[in-house]
């Protein structure tokens, strides 16, 4: 009698070990599902990385051959430029000693704000205005693929006048308005951009960009021999438009 109870414990207990195995294997199966799901999910967005990586590598080397093309450029001009991830290209096309100043702001609000940045520098010892092309004719390669990638193009110049002021322009009127009233509240003075320096025409390079729109800034003579003359006034400056882009 003893020993049917002791098998009948016995059994007890082996049907008890089953269903805890059954529900082992179970739970163990369903961590498993989790764990599969979680490293797909990991898997898909490593992927995504990758390929967004991969296309901003191809967007650099595609720059840079674009680039390696220009090395036995005449001694009379250089070309500078630096691409980042932003969606941003700052360019100065008549830089260097054509329109002075212009590739140093250039190169400060794109360095300040991790944009895309470009410039044209003139170098000849002498008649470096010779070297001008208009901004609707302007058509160097590295240039034009650095703008067509951008969502936003911001193009400095410089124009005549010995007072301080700047002139903005270009299609994007809504960041045009917001660096006007920027620039404005930093003390700097402002002017609406008179026809043939409003950047406005649709071949000009500052538009050529994905939404078919762009900035122009015209700058004195005057401010631009301030800038380069004065750290501070550079530096409020290219505060101010950085101001215009982290509110825009």
Known sequence: MNLRKHAKTINVFVML???LLIIYSAYVKLDGVKLKDENKTLEN???????????????????????????DVDVDYLIEANVT??????????GGKIEKGTTELAYALATQNNF??????????????????????????AALHMVSKS??????????????????????TELSERIKKSLTEYGFVVKDAPKGLDGTSLDNIVNNNIYGRGVQIEISNGLRIEFLSSDKSLTDYVLAISEAFDNW
């Open 116 to 141: 895309n940045y470009y410039s044209f520098l003139g170098s000849k010892s002498t008649d470096n205005l010779s070297l001008r092309v208009p901004s609707d004719e302007f058509a160097e390669a």
């Open 17 to 19: 070990f089953f269903i």
């Open 85 to 94: 991830d932003s969606n941003v290209a700052v360019i100065a096309i008549h």
């Open 151 to 172: 969502t936003t193009t911001l193009s400095i110049h410089g124009c005549e006048g010995e007072e301080e002021f700047t002139y903005v322009g270009g299609k994007d």
């Open 45 to 71: 967005q490593l992927t995504t990385a990758n390929e967004k990586i991969k296309e901003q590598e191809n967007e650099l080397n595609d720059l840079k051959i674009v680039l390696e093309a220009q090395t």
